[in-house]
Every structure is written in structure tokens, then in C-alpha cells.
């Protein structure tokens, strides 16, 4: 069975720094592209990054919103995935998800909240 | 960037009724889209992909269909459990993979 465990979230105050572990378990990680995506308070969903599988070099992607201060990485020996966030802004508020996709299948994990406040 | 226009934004309706939420792309993204479910409190749900094929385990009352940009998530014969809020998203080729806005399915 496919689990995503996100943790890391937390308070953190504006210019700060946080980092998010997605723990993944009834997969092979290398194998398969990984997502994050956010939702901030009684908002909508929005796609934040992207690793690419082996196959695929490991490319990342960004939404112009974090691009130079988020960085998307993964560890396939254990079987986690990272999101190091810098620069924190008070619109960087929300839940964080981690995704995998199999075959162009889709699985969530339950999400980690970040509260970035003074 | 490519966009994704979702709607209604809201739409009301019955235990059995038959509902069906549209969503557009503001280019061709070759069938990669996929529909979410979200309930209150909870992570969402994936649904569907490659725009008509069901996740193993989503009931056959929810289907998804294609036409050029323009794809619809119909969901058949309500169950109280469906009422939620549903998310398109382009999910494949060329990013940002955009949601469209969402919509708020809730009982009348």
C-alpha cells in the first residue's frame, strides 16, 4: 500500500527557514515523480515543485512563486522527499502535501502545516 | 503558462441527482488532467486520470470525459459521501501543473 508522511511543519517567523520530509513507503521513490503542493487557509490548491524520477535525471520544477527560495530533493535510499523552503513570506502559509505519481496515478499524503508569523 | 477555468464555483444539489463540473484548459495539454476530491479537514483525493480513467477504487459513478480543451467530471445518482469540493489539474507536460479553482459541490 502507497503512504506519504509529511512532517517538518511548524511556526516559523517571515525570512526564516523550514524543512518539510515527505517519508514514502509501498514504492520504490527513485522510480516515480514527486510533487509538492500547498493550500493556504480556505484556499485552493496550488502545485509547488516537482522532482522527476531517475530515468528522468532528477529534474525539478518550480511555480514562479517559490523559485529561488524553495528547493524540491530526494533521498531514494530512504525513501524521503524534502522541501527546503528559505526566505519564508507570510503568504507561505498553508498545508503542504507531498504527491507521487505511478503511472500517471496520483496519491496524497495527509500534509504538514506551515505557519510563517511574527 | 497554461490555465485551468473550473466551473460553477458552487453547485447545489440532491442525494441521486446526476452533476457535472467543467473545466478548461487555455491550451492543449494532450489529456493530462486529472479531477481531485477534497473534503473539509482532509487531504484530497485523487480521482481520475489521463482525463477519463478512475483510480482503482472510485466508485463508477464518477466519470470524466474529453473534448479538445474542455473536460467535465460527471458524477451520477449522489451519494451523501460525494458532497465535497473537486479540483481540476493539469498534471503532465509542460509546468506549472496548474488546479483550476475548485468547485464546492454542497447539498440543496
Known amino acids: 500500500e502507497v503512504q506519504l508522511v509529511e512532517s517538518g511543519g511548524g511556526l516559523v517567523q517571515p525570512g526564516g527557514s523550514l524543512r518539510l520530509s515527505c517519508a514514502a513507503s509501498?514504492?520504490?521513490?527513485?522510480?516515480?515523480?514527486m510533487d509538492w503542493v500547498r493550500q493556504a487557509p480556505g484556499k485552493g490548491l496550488e502545485w509547488v515543485g516537482r522532482?522527476?524520477?531517475?530515468?528522468?535525471?532528477?529534474?525539478?520544477e518550480y511555480a514562479a512563486s517559490v523559485n529561488g527560495r524553495f528547493t524540491v530533493s530526494r533521498d531514494d535510499s530512504k525513501s524521503s522527499l524534502y522541501l527546503q523552503m528559505n526566505s519564508l513570506k507570510i503568504e507561505d502559509t498553508a498545508i503542504y502535501y507531498c504527491?507521487?505519481?505511478?503511472?500517471?496515478?496520483?496519491?496524497w499524503g495527509q500534509g504538514t502545516l506551515v505557519t510563517v508569523s511574527s | 503558462d497554461i490555465q485551468m477555468t473550473q466551473s460553477p464555483s458552487v453547485l447545489s444539489a440532491s442525494v441521486g441527482d446526476t452533476v457535472t463540473i467543467t473545466c478548461r484548459a487555455s491550451?492543449?495539454?494532450?489529456?493530462?488532467l486529472a479531477w481531485h476530491q477534497q473534503k473539509p479537514g482532509k487531504a484530497p483525493k485523487f480521482l481520475i486520470h489521463?482525463?477519463?480513467f478512475l483510480k482503482t477504487g472510485v466508485p463508477p459513478r464518477f466519470s470524466g470525459s474529453a473534448s479538445g480543451t474542455e473536460f467535465t467530471l460527471t458524477i451520477s445518482s449522489l451519494q451523501p459521501d460525494d458532497f465535497a469540493t473537486y479540483y481540476c489539474?493539469?498534471?503532465?507536460?509542460?509546468?506549472?501543473?496548474?488546479f483550476g479553482q475548485g468547485t464546492k459541490l454542497e447539498i440543496k
Open positions: 504527491v507521487v505519481w505511478m503511472s500517471m496515478v496520483g496519491s
Open positions: 509501498g514504492f520504490i521513490l527513485s522510480e516515480h515523480y
Open positions: 522532482t522527476r524520477n531517475r530515468a528522468q535525471n532528477y529534474i525539478t
Open positions: 491550451q492543449p495539454i494532450n489529456d493530462f
Open positions: 489521463r482525463a477519463i
Open positions: 489539474q493539469h498534471y503532465d507536460g509542460s509546468s506549472p501543473y496548474t
